[in-house]
C-alpha cells in the first residue's frame, strides 16, 4: 500500500494554458475525490467517481474543468484557460469499498500567473 | 446543507499540556465526522471518525473526540501534546445519505507548541 499519488507536485502556468493533473488511489479503492484548497481554507469538493463513472460535481467545478477516470484507475483533472484565482492546491483522495473513509494525497499545488 | 465551523483559528499550547480542539457542525440528521490532520505541503491524515455507537472515539498518535448530538459538537482532545503534533487540524462532516462522498470541511485550526 503506497498511499495515494498525486504528479506534478508542485505547477506553475500562466493565465489562459492549460494544466492536467494526475491522481493515482490507493489500489483497488473503487471510489476516487477531488478537492481544492485555497490558503487558509479548508479543502472544497469538486468532484467524484465511483469506478469509472463520475458520480457528482460540485457548483465550484466551472466549465473549464474536467476529470476523467478512465477504466476506474487513475484519474485527471484539467483545467483550460487558467485564471489567476484557480492557484489553489489540488487534492486527490480515494476510498475502499464499504468504508467511508478518504484517504488523501499529497496535492498539487498550482500557481498561475 | 451540512457546513462545519471551527471557531479557534490558533492555538498555542506547552508541550506536555492537554489539548481541545472544537468543532460544531451543522446538519439536519446523523452525521459522519472527522479530524484531519494536515502538516505543511502535505496531504490531509485522518486521525479518527464517527459513524455511530460509542460518542466517543479514539483516534491515532493518541487523539480522542467526542460526539455531543446536543450541542452538534464533535471536540478533538488530546491529554498531553508533543512537538511533532504541531500542524493544522480540520473538522470534516459527511452526510449519511450519500455515504459521506461530499465531505464539508471547517477552515482549520493551526496548532502551535511550544517547549
Known amino acids: 500500500d503506497t498511499g495515494v499519488s498525486q504528479n506534478p507536485r508542485h505547477k506553475i502556468t500562466k493565465r489562459g494554458q492549460n494544466v492536467t493533473f494526475r491522481c493515482d488511489p490507493i489500489s483497488e479503492h473503487n471510489r476516487l475525490y477531488w478537492y481544492r484548497q485555497t490558503l487558509g481554507q479548508g479543502p472544497e469538493f469538486l468532484t467524484y467517481?465511483?469506478?469509472?463513472?463520475?458520480?457528482?460535481k460540485s457548483r465550484l467545478l466551472s466549465d473549464r474543468f474536467s476529470a476523467e477516470r478512465p477504466k476506474g484507475s487513475f484519474s485527471t483533472l484539467e483545467i483550460q484557460r487558467t485564471e489567476q484565482g484557480d492557484s489553489a492546491m489540488y487534492l486527490c483522495a480515494s476510498t475502499p469499498t464499504g468504508t467511508y473513509e478518504q484517504y488523501f494525497g499529497p496535492g498539487t499545488r498550482l500557481t498561475v500567473t | 446543507a451540512q457546513s462545519v465551523t471551527q471557531p479557534d483559528i490558533h492555538i498555542t499550547v506547552s508541550e506536555g499540556a492537554s489539548l481541545e480542539l472544537r468543532c460544531n457542525y451543522s446538519y439536519g440528521a446523523t452525521p459522519y465526522l472527522f479530524w484531519y490532520v494536515q502538516s505543511p505541503g502535505q496531504g490531509l491524515q485522518l486521525l479518527l471518525k464517527?459513524?455511530?455507537?460509542?460518542?466517543l472515539v479514539q483516534g491515532i498518535k493518541g487523539f480522542e473526540a467526542e460526539f455531543k448530538r446536543s450541542q452538534s459538537s464533535f471536540n478533538l482532545r488530546k491529554p498531553s501534546v508533543h512537538w511533532s503534533d504541531a500542524a493544522e487540524y480540520f473538522c470534516?462532516?459527511?452526510?449519511?445519505?450519500?455515504?459521506?462522498?461530499?465531505?464539508?470541511f471547517g477552515t482549520g485550526t493551526r496548532l502551535t507548541v511550544i517547549p
Open positions: 470534516a462532516v459527511g452526510a449519511l445519505e450519500t455515504g459521506a462522498n461530499n465531505l464539508f
Open positions: 467517481f465511483q469506478n469509472e463513472a463520475q458520480l457528482e
Open positions: 464517527y459513524f455511530s455507537g460509542d460518542t
